[in-house]
Structure formats: structure tokens, C-alpha cells
């Protein structure tokens, strides 16, 4: 988990300094900078169990929201037959941005609940030990 924990590091980290450009900078910096950090902390055994749960909860809350939302991921799927979304951004294609921020929402929640399982089976008691 410590390879997969610094690949997700760095992604994120990635992530949040190419946020510069984008409509609302600020808030997706955060969102991958909490990312990297709470992946971070992880990878150094330092994390907490509260800030996966935490950061799970608020990402798919707004993954959620950015499914239902007017010119949304399901605007996407059953208005414009999903279509590809890896060209540039346009007026015309409002939609492009929710979705790609939606799965950048699905794949943090991810690395957090990943984080989750195996921090439980990390601190299960091992039932084949000897006593």
C-alpha cells in the first residue's frame, strides 16, 4: 500500500498544482491537495482514521451532486450519448467540466477507501498466531 500511496501522492499533488487554470481553482486544489495529504499521512503512518472517512464523505456528496446537477454527468450520459469528454472545454459542451470533475471525485474516494481496507485488515488480530 506504500508504492500505491506515493503513486497517489504525487497524482494529487499533480493534480492540485494544474488546478491553476481551471473556473474554480481554489476549491480543486484543496479538494486533490487534502487528497495527496491524507494519502500522505498514510504512507508516513500517521493518518487518522476520521480524516478517510471525512474526506470519502464530503467527495462523494459532491460527486453526487455534480451526477444531478443541470448539465451533469447524467446530462452527459443520457443527453449527449456520452460522448467523449478528453477534448477541451467549450461553452457548447457545459457538461465536460462536471463529469471530469466528477470522476476526479470518484478516483480521490478511491485511493481514501482503499486507504480504509487495508488500514482494517492492517489491524485485525492475526487469528493463526501463537500465543
Known sequence: ???????FVVIFTI???IQYNDPD???WM???GYGALV???ALLGK???VLHYAG?????TYALYLFFVPDGVLSWITEHDAENITGSMSEEKPWVESTREFFGLLILSFA???NLIFRKNKNQPNLNATQ
Do not use: Q
Not at 2 to 7: C, M, Q, R, S
Open 15 to 17: 493534480s492540485a498544482v
Open 1 to 7: 500500500m506504500k508504492l500505491l500511496n506515493a503513486f
Open 25 to 27: 481553482p481554489l476549491l
Open 39 to 41: 494519502c500522505l499521512l
Open 56 to 60: 470519502i464523505l464530503i467527495f462523494l
Open 47 to 49: 493518518d487518522h482514521i
Open 112 to 114: 481514501l477507501l482503499l
Open 30 to 32: 484543496a479538494i486533490y
